[in-house]
């Protein structure tokens, strides 16, 4: 299995900066994906940002030009720089990764980092 731990969020001001950390740990050599999701007050779980084991990266196109995606391997943590930060980026920040072990598969979530952005 793999464990998630994510840090680093809080409340900051509009247009501000934050940078979460999601450290793994367990089984790290299977993971194949993660990725960062955010679910914000009434809504549902969105995916933010991914990474993949072969180093590609992606933010989806309403944060791409604020927020960036990247990964530490030698301390198994990934991170996302959030800049300019809004308002509407408020919302619960969780890391996932996908890890496959032989035949298998699972997902594994951290608990969740808060972010409130200030207007």
């Known amino acids: 299995q793999v464990q998630l731990v994510e840090s680093g969020g809080g409340l900051v001001q509009a247009g501000g900066s934050l940078r979460l950390s999601c450290a793994a740990s367990?089984?790290?050599?299977?993971?194949?994906?993660m990725g960062w999701y955010r679910q914000p007050p009434g809504k549902q779980r969105e995916l933010v940002a991914s990474?993949?084991?072969?180093?590609?990266?992606n933010v989806v196109d309403s944060v791409k030009e604020r927020f960036t995606i990247s990964r530490d391997n030698a301390k198994n943590t990934m991170y996302l720089q959030m800049n300019s930060l809004r308002p509407e980026d408020t919302a619960v920040y969780y890391c996932?990764?996908?890890?496959?072990?032989?035949?298998?598969?699972?997902?594994?979530w951290g608990q969740g980092t808060q972010v409130t952005v200030s207007s």
């Open positions: 367990g089984s790290i050599f299977s993971i194949t994906a």
């Open positions: 990474w993949t084991r072969d180093g590609r990266t």
């Open positions: 996932n990764a996908f890890a496959v072990t032989g035949l298998s598969s699972f997902t594994s």
